[in-house]
C-alpha cells in the first residue's frame, strides 16, 4: 500500500471544508472525514468529496454487535470510501463481521483499519475505568494481531508504536500515524508527536496532519511540505 498524507478535514460545515480544499488547485489530496463533519453533514459530504476526485478516509470508529456493525459497514461500501475504520475491543466477532459487510461482490474492499487504544487513554486509566492489568503496549500489539487475524489492513497508532506494529503483524500491515508535527511548529493538544520525516524513517505507512495543514497561513505550502518530507 502506497504512502500517503491524510488531511483531517476537521471541520463543521460543508462551506468550510470545501473552501478549505479549492485552494488546493493543482492536487487532490487524500481527506479525512471524522465525526464531526459526518454528523453535521451526513453522507453527502462523502459523495460530494469523491466527486471531486478525494479519496476519503471515514474515521468513525464503529463499536456494536457484530451484526451493527456488518450492517453499517454494508452502507459505507455503497459510499465508496477507500478507508474506513472500527474499535478492535469490539471483539474479534465483530471485526469479522464488519469485513463481510464492507467486501463488494467482486471481493475488493476499502482499507479498514483497527483503533486499538486510543492515544488519549493512558495506563492508569486502562486500569482504573476499563479494568485492564496488562501493560497498555502489551494491549495494543495485541489487539493489532486481533486485527490482523481477522484479516483488517492494519490499525491507526502513535507513531511510537509503528515500529513495532511492523515487527508484531508484519510489514505488510499499516500503520496510520496521527500526531504529526513539523520540527518548528505548534504541538497543540498532541503529546507525542513526530515530524513527517521521522515517521518515514519509523516506518509510517500514511500520515493523518490536520492542524500543521489546515490552520497554517499557506495550506498548500505545508501539504506540500508534508509531502515531500513523508512520500518523496
Ligand atoms: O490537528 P491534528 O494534526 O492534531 O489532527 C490529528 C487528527 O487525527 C484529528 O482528526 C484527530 O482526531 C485524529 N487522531 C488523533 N489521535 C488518535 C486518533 C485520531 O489525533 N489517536
Known sequence: MGKDVIIACDFDSKEKTLSFLDKFKETKPFVKIGMELFYAEGPDIVRELKRRGHKVFLDL?????????????????????D?????????????????????????TRPILIAVTQLTSTDEESMKEDLLIEKPIDEVV????????????????????????????????????????RFADGDIGDQKRVMTPAQAKEIGSDYIVVGRPITAAEDPVFAYNRCVKEFVD
Not at 456494536?64 to 459510499?79: E, G, R
Not at 478507508?83 to 467486501?103: C, P, Q, V, Y
Not at 510489514?171 to 500526531?179: D, I, L, M, W, Y
Request: proline share 3%.
Open 61 to 81: 470508529k464503529l463499536h456494536d454487535i457484530p451484526n451493527t456493525v456488518k450492517k453499517s459497514m454494508a452502507v459505507l461500501k455503497s459510499l465508496d470510501v
Open 83 to 107: 478507508m474506513t475504520n472500527l474499535h478492535a475491543a469490539g471483539t474479534k466477532r465483530m471485526m469479522s463481521a464488519a469485513i463481510e459487510g464492507l467486501t463488494r461482490e467482486d471481493g
Open 141 to 180: 500489539m495485541h489487539y493489532a494481531k486481533n486485527a490482523k487475524d481477522c484479516g483488517l489492513d492494519g490499525v491507526v497508532c502513535s507513531p511510537l508504536e509503528a515500529g513495532k506494529v511492523h515487527d508484531v503483524c508484519g510489514k505488510e500491515f499499516v500503520a496510520v500515524t496521527p500526531g504529526v
